[in-house]
C-alpha cells in the first residue's frame, strides 16, 4: 500500500508541474483532463501526507520515552503516542477506502423510475409521497430535477414516473434506492382504520451520455399516438406522444408530457440509452456480484429494501437492519443518515473482499 501511495505522490507532483506549464495550459482538452486527474489524487496525497506527518511523531515520541526517566513526563508522553496511535489507524483507514476502485458512474446524473406496485391506487399515491421525497432531497442538495415520462391517476398517485437528476455525485448517492419501497399506513379511503401494505419500485440508472452508448438508428421502432396524459387540450388533441421499442432488447419507452413529438422523442431515447447503460454495466459486474454477498444487497428491483411504517413513525432499512424514528421528517428529503449508513456498510464490505 504505501509503494502504491509513494507512486500516487508522485504522479500528483508531476502533475501540479505540468498543468502550471503555459505550452500545456494551451491544449484546452488535454490540460483538463490533467487537471481532472490532478483533483483527483488530491485527497489520498493529503492522506497520505498527514499520515507520514504522524509516523515522524510517533517515533519522535517513542525517542523521548527511551530518554527520559520523570514519571510524570513519561504519561504525558504516552498519552499523547496513544492518541497519535489512534490518529494513525484512522487514517489508514481513510486510505485504504481512498484507494478501493471507483464507480465509473458515481460522477453521472441520474434516470430514476418509480413505478406503483401491490396496492392498486394506495400504491400509487405512495409513489408520490417517493417521488416528492426525492425532489426534496435533490433541492437539498443543489440538484436539478426535470420531469421525463409521468402517468397519473385521477387522485394524483403515480402509476408511473420517470424523472431525471442533475448534479454532481447523483448516481453515488442514489443508486441505493433501487428496489421495492413498502409502506404500511391506513389509507385514507379507508373507512375501518385497518393497515394496508403496499409497495413501489424504484429503478435508479445512470444518465448515459453519447460517448457511453451508441444506438443505431435501423435498432428502434418508432411510434406516434394521442397523449392520454395532463397536458391541456393542445397535447391531447395531437399525435405528440411517442414510443420508442428498442427491437435487440424488446425494451419500450413511452413519452408523452411535452407538446412537441420531438422532445418527447428525444426524452425516451434519452431514458432507452439509461436502461442500456445500466443493463450493460449489470451484466459486466453479475460475475462479482455473484462472488461477493454485499451488506448492501444487489440492487435488484424485486428485493424488498425499505419499510416506511406510519402509525410507528420509523423508517427502516432491510439491507443494513437500520431504522429511523423520524418518518415525517426522512419524507421530507432528510436522507442523508440513511445514505451515509448504506455508504459507510458497501465501504466496509469492499474493504472485506479488498483485504481478504
Excluded at 397536458?231 to 407538446?259: F, W
Excluded at 434519452?270 to 462472488?291: M, P
Amino acid at each position: 500500500m504505501l509503494e502504491k501511495l509513494k507512486f500516487i505522490e508522485d504522479r500528483y507532483e508531476e502533475l501540479s508541474h505540468v498543468i502550471a506549464d503555459p505550452e500545456v495550459i494551451s491544449r484546452q482538452e488535454e490540460w483538463q483532463r490533467l487537471v481532472k486527474e490532478h483533483a483527483s489524487l488530491e485527497e489520498v496525497v493529503t492522506r497520505y501526507r498527514q499520515y507520514q506527518k504522524v509516523q515522524q511523531e510517533i517515533r519522535e515520541a517513542r525517542e523521548l520515552l527511551q530518554d527520559t526517566h520523570d514519571r510524570e513526563f513519561r504519561r504525558m508522553v504516552e498519552q499523547e503516542l496513544e492518541e497519535l496511535e489512534r490518529k494513525q489507524d484512522s487514517l489508514i483507514h481513510e486510505v485504504k477506502l481512498l484507494l478501493l476502485p471507483k464507480d465509473p458512474m458515481d460522477e453521472k446524473n441520474v434516470v430514476m423510475e418509480i413505478r406503483a406496485g401491490a396496492g392498486g391506487e394506495e400504491a400509487a399515491l405512495f409513489g408520490a409521497v417517493l417521488f416528492r421525497m426525492y425532489s426534496r432531497y435533490a433541492e437539498r442538495q443543489g440538484w436539478k430535477l426535470e420531469i421525463m415520462s409521468s402517468n397519473y391517476t385521477e387522485l394524483g398517485g403515480v402509476k408511473e414516473l420517470i424523472f431525471l437528476v442533475e448534479g454532481r455525485g447523483a448516481f453515488s448517492r442514489l443508486k441505493y434506492e433501487s428496489g421495492v419501497h413498502r409502506v404500511q399506513r391506513v389509507p385514507t379511503t379507508e373507512s375501518g382504520g385497518r393497515i394496508h401494505t403496499s409497495t413501489a419500485t424504484v429503478a435508479v440508472l445512470p444518465e448515459a451520455e453519447d460517448v457511453d452508448i451508441e444506438i443505431n438508428p435501423n435498432d428502434l421502432r418508432i411510434d406516434v399516438f394521442r397523449s392520454s396524459g395532463h397536458g391541456g387540450q393542445s397535447v391531447n388533441t395531437t399525435d405528440s406522444a411517442v414510443r420508442v421499442t428498442h427491437l435487440p432488447t424488446g425494451m419500450v419507452v413511452s413519452c408523452q408530457d411535452e407538446k412537441s413529438q420531438l422532445k418527447n422523442k428525444e426524452k425516451a431515447i434519452k431514458v432507452l440509452k439509461s436502461r442500456l447503460l445500466d443493463l450493460a454495466r449489470q451484466e459486466k459486474e453479475s460475475e462479482y456480484a455473484q462472488n461477493r454477498k454485499s451488506q448492501v444487497g444487489t440492487g435488484d428491483r424485486s428485493e424488498r429494501i425499505r419499510t416506511y411504517n406510519y402509525p410507528q413513525g420509523r423508517v427502516t432499512d432491510h439491507r443494513i437492519g437500520l431504522t429511523i424514528y423520524q418518518l415525517e421528517d426522512f419524507l421530507d428529503g432528510n436522507l442523508d443518515e440513511m445514505l451515509d449508513a448504506l455508504v459507510q456498510a458497501e465501504q466496509a464490505e469492499r474493504l472485506k473482499t479488498a483485504e481478504s
